[in-house]
C-alpha cells in the first residue's frame, strides 16, 4: 500500500531534551516536506526536500533541522525543543512534477 | 507577499444543502491551487487541483472548484452536503515552477441533521 509513515504517533516531552520524529514514504517520491499545524494558523511548512541531499527552509524553520541522506527518509530533529515547538506536524511527499502532496497520519507533540 | 485567506473559520450546512467554501490567494507566480479535506484525527486527503486549462474542476466526493484569476479566488463547492462531508477544508498554493506550498487557516464544516 502506498503510504506516508511517521513515528511516533504521539510525543511527550520535556524543554531541551533532542528529539527526531520519522517520516518514511514508499512511493519512490522526490519531494517531500514537513508542516506544522496549529490552531488558526492552518499548516505552516518547516523544510522541505527536493531529492537526496538537497533541502531548503520553509517558513517557520526556527529550531528545526532535517536532513535527506536517502529518496525514502526525511527525518525532522528538534536539537533543543521549546514549549511554543508544541504542536501536530505531518510529513508529506510527492513527485516533483505532480505536486499533489501525499500526507502521512501526524505526529503530536508536546513540550513541556 | 504570498498568501492564502479562508475567510470562514468555521460554517454550518444542513444536510442535503449546497455548500461553498471561500478561498482567495495572493501570488506573484502562475499558481497551482489545491483543496485538501482533513477528518478528525487524520491526515489531508487531496480533494481536487488546478494546474491550467478548464478553470471548472472537478474532484473527489462530487466536489468542484472554479478558479477566477481576476478575483484570485478558487471557491470550493458540493451540490449537496452529506454528513460525512464534516471536516476541516484547507486551501493551497503552490508556484508552478517551485517547490514551497501555502495553506491557508482552514475552514470547520459542520453538517446539521
Known amino acids: 500500500e502506498a503510504q506516508v509513515t511517521q513515528n511516533p504517533r504521539y510525543l511527550i516531552t520535556v524543554t531541551g531534551k533532542k528529539l527526531t520524529v520519522t517520516c518514511s514514504q514508499n512511493?519512490?517520491?522526490?519531494?517531500m516536506s514537513w508542516y506544522r499545524q496549529d490552531p488558526g494558523l492552518g499548516l505552516r511548512q518547516i523544510y522541505y526536500s527536493m531529492n537526496v541531499e538537497v533541502t531548503d527552509k520553509g517558513d517557520v524553520p526556527e529550531g528545526y533541522k532535517v536532513s535527506r541522506k536517502e529518496k525514502r527518509n526525511f527525518p525532522l530533529i528538534l536539537e533543543s525543543p521549546s514549549p511554543n515547538q508544541t504542536s501536530l506536524y505531518f510529513c508529506?511527499?510527492?513527485?516533483?512534477?505532480?505536486?499533489?502532496?501525499?500526507f502521512g497520519p501526524g505526529t503530536r507533540l508536546l513540550v513541556l | 507577499a504570498q498568501s492564502v485567506t479562508q475567510p470562514d473559520i468555521h460554517i454550518t450546512v444542513s444536510e442535503g444543502a449546497s455548500l461553498e467554501l471561500r478561498c482567495n490567494y495572493s501570488y506573484g507566480a502562475t499558481p497551482y491551487l489545491f483543496w485538501y479535506v482533513q477528518s478528525p484525527g487524520q491526515g489531508l486527503q487531496l480533494l481536487l487541483k488546478y494546474f491550467s486549462g478548464d478553470t471548472l474542476v472537478q474532484g473527489i466526493k462530487g466536489f468542484e472548484a472554479e478558479f477566477k484569476r481576476s478575483q484570485s479566488s478558487f471557491n470550493l463547492r458540493k451540490p449537496s452536503v452529506h454528513w460525512s462531508d464534516a471536516a476541516e477544508y484547507f486551501c493551497?498554493?503552490?508556484?508552478?515552477?517551485?517547490?514551497?506550498?501555502?495553506f491557508g487557516a482552514g475552514t470547520r464544516l459542520f453538517v446539521k441533521a
Open positions: 512511493m519512490n517520491h522526490e519531494y
Open positions: 493551497a498554493v503552490g508556484a508552478a515552477g517551485g517547490f514551497k506550498t501555502i
Open positions: 508529506a511527499s510527492s513527485l516533483t512534477g505532480e505536486k499533489t502532496q501525499y
